[in-house]
Each structure stands twice: as structure tokens, then as C-alpha cells.
């Protein structure tokens, strides 16, 4: 099945500096990449995802890429701020006929310090 | 709307207890998904509806989950008998009508067995 490795599982940053979260998956038939953001005791909420048929793709701060060859997707944030302080997490979706599969990252802790 | 709608919140039972967890997807929304959290594990798939049909339950631990969805505004996550090693965050999340469309998460029930 697919695995999905994500780096770091821990990051700290100082505020204003950059973020950057790389995940790589196994399954080359993968299609959709959706990142997710989790706020101690909230739910995951989704703030950037990508479809295989696109290299790049963002959303003011935020930015994803894909390398599709390397079979691997990473997540950008400049300018951070403190309140990018969160669980995110990396998700990778092999979707076509009657098969999915959706497997989640184990998650990177972002620590934005002031 | 009103979002992905959970409930309980929070439930602490004893071992060998059922324990029933429900949730209701946003309005039009034609996938269903369950979710379980653990530090250990990580966010995993545990089983899918499409259009209230059960599709893929290859996630389910064991056979003491069971998952229904009766109608499109409702679905339920039962554990009969429960286990301390149940005890995880479920989340329930809907998508609209494909399976590469974003997924709405609801806030979670806390489980705790004792």
C-alpha cells in the first residue's frame, strides 16, 4: 500500500523566517496531495493541496510543490507569524475507478517563536 | 453551514462497554469518512461511504468496530465491546463529489476507556 514519510516531525523557526515540510510516497499512481494544518485539541483543517497534473501551486504564504519523478510534494511558508504554530500534516491520495487510498503523514510540529 | 457535525465531544467509559460515536456531514456532501487519532499511529483511515454505501473498511481495526451510514445526514461509529487501547481521538469528514475534493473534518470525540 502507500507510505508516506514526512520530515521534520519537529521544526522551529524564529518569526518572519521561512518553513519548509517535505513528505515523499511510494505509490507513483497517487494523483492529489492535500495539506492540512492541526491546532493543539482542533480539528485538521486543510490550507493547500495539489493535484498531480500540476507542478506548483499557491496561496499567499503558502506554497506547495510537487516533484512527481522523485515521488516527492513539500510545503513553503514564508514571512511565518506565530499563529502558523501547529501540527501540519501531509496526506497523499491514489484515487481512479472503484480504488482509494488516502494515507496521512505522522505530522511535522511547527514552532514559530516570537 | 454549519460544518461537520460530532457528537459527544468527549466520552469516558469502562472497558467492555459499548460505545457509540455519531456524526453528521455537511449538507450535499456525497463521501464520509472516519478517522481515528493516536500519538502512536497517527491520523488513519479507518472506513469510507460513498452516497451512504460502505466502500472500503479496510481501515477498521477489528471486528468489534462497525460503522453505518443510514441515511446521507447521518453515520455512525460503534465499539462493542471497547478496549483501553480504543481510547484515540475519531474524527468524521465529508467531501463533496470525488474522492480528490478536500475533506472537511468535524471537531472529534475524545475517547477515553478506562
Known amino acids: 500500500g502507500e507510505n508516506v514519510e514526512q520530515h521534520p516531525s519537529t521544526l522551529s523557526v524564529q518569526e518572519g523566517d521561512s518553513a519548509v515540510i517535505k513528505c515523499t510516497y511510494s505509490?507513483?499512481?497517487?494523483?492529489?496531495f492535500p495539506w492540512y494544518k492541526q491546532e493543539l485539541g482542533k480539528r485538521p483543517q486543510l490550507i493547500i493541496d495539489?493535484?498531480?497534473?500540476?507542478g506548483e501551486k499557491k496561496d499567499q504564504r503558502i506554497a506547495v510543490t510537487l516533484n512527481k519523478t522523485a515521488k516527492h510534494f513539500s510545503l513553503h511558508i514564508t514571512e511565518t507569524q506565530p499563529e502558523d504554530s501547529a501540527v501540519y500534516f501531509c496526506?497523499?491520495?491514489?484515487?481512479?475507478?472503484?480504488?482509494?487510498?488516502?494515507?496521512f503523514g505522522k505530522g511535522t510540529l511547527l514552532t514559530v517563536n516570537p | 453551514d454549519a460544518g461537520v457535525i460530532q457528537s459527544p465531544r468527549h466520552e469516558v467509559t469502562e472497558m467492555g462497554q459499548e460505545v457509540t460515536l455519531r456524526c453528521k456531514p455537511i449538507?450535499?456532501?456525497?463521501?464520509l469518512f472516519w478517522y481515528r487519532q493516536t500519538m502512536m499511529r497517527g491520523l488513519e483511515l479507518l472506513i469510507y461511504f460513498n452516497n451512504n454505501v460502505p466502500i472500503d473498511d479496510s481501515g477498521m481495526p477489528e471486528d468489534r468496530f462497525s460503522a453505518k451510514m443510514p441515511n446521507a445526514s447521518f453515520s455512525t461509529l460503534k465499539i462493542q465491546p471497547s478496549e483501553p487501547r480504543d481510547s484515540a481521538v475519531y474524527f468524521c469528514?465529508?467531501?463533496?463529489?470525488?474522492?480528490?475534493?478536500?475533506?472537511?473534518f468535524g471537531d472529534g470525540t475524545r475517547l477515553s476507556i478506562l
Open positions: 495539489i493535484r498531480s497534473n500540476v
Open positions: 469528514a465529508s467531501s463533496q463529489d470525488t474522492l480528490i475534493t478536500p475533506q472537511h
Open positions: 505509490d507513483s499512481a497517487s494523483n492529489y
Open positions: 496526506a497523499a491520495t491514489l484515487s481512479g475507478g472503484s480504488n482509494y487510498k488516502l494515507t
Open positions: 449538507s450535499g456532501h456525497d463521501y
